[in-house]
Antibody, heavy 116, light 110 residues
């Protein structure tokens, strides 16, 4: 069974940093690209970032480009999202999602709240 | 990276069919056959309903069908049931190697 378990969410201040993790199990992690998708409270879904199988290529939404960095450790079956220069508008539930084009497997999400 | 446009709400009676539209541009919906649809119940993660415009993943209900014409994709729910009451989102791959989601549609079963 595919399982994606996010962690690392919590409260942060504007301008601060947080790192999210996603522990993957139930599939061969390095066979799949991975993504982060977020959802602000009461709002719609927003794609954040994608990383390829090897981690050599990454893609970002304009809203986070230059502030967030996606990475992966295939030996640990773990996906990361390093978030810097946090803004109030980054407040959201962040979901870890497997594969590209077909977002079939989602984690339960981890809540990030940015406020002063 | 503007969100795809969906109606804010659609409603129908049990047993009826409803259709949700998803309007994009020639840089996303119109560029590839990579449109997918998701259902999200409150406080739950989204669930994939349709991928590659009109393909259903294993386990997805046959009551959900979809199509695309030009820059507009559509999701039809047939035989509407109480459990279909949820938020629905479309998504598309874009010519910028990114993804964009729709604004979301709240489906109400009357």
């Amino acid at each position: 069974e595919v399982q994606l378990l996010e962690s690392g969410g919590g409260s942060g201040q504007p301008g601060g940093s947080l790192t999210l993790s996603c522990a993957a199990s139930g599939f061969t992690f390095d066979n799949y690209a991975m993504n982060w998708v977020r959802q602000a409270p009461g709002k719609g879904l927003e794609w954040v970032s994608t990383i390829t199988l090897t981690g050599l290529t990454t893609y970002y939404a304009d809203s986070v480009k230059g502030r967030f960095t996606i990475s992966r450790d295939n030996a640990k079956n773990t996906l990361y999202l390093h978030m810097n220069s946090l803004r109030v508008e980054d407040t959201a539930v962040y979901y870890c999602v497997r594969d590209v084009r077909i977002f079939q497997y989602w984690g339960r999400g981890t809540l990030v709240t940015v406020s002063s | 990276q503007s969100a795809l446009t969906q109606p804010a709400s659609v409603s129908g009676s049990p047993g009826q069919s409803i259709t949700i539209s998803c309007t994009g541009t020639s840089s996303d919906v119109g560029a590839f056959d990579y449109v997918s649809w998701y259902q999200q119940h409150p406080d739950k993660a989204p669930k994939l309903l349709i991928y590659d415009v009109n393909k259903r993943p294993s386990g997805a209900s046959y009551r959900f069908s979809a199509s695309k014409s030009g820059n507009v994709a559509s999701l039809t729910i047939s035989g509407l049931q109480a459990g279909d009451e949820a938020d629905y989102y479309c998504s598309s791959y874009t010519t910028s190697n990114t993804y964009v989601f729709g604004t979301g549609t709240k489906v109400t079963v009357l």
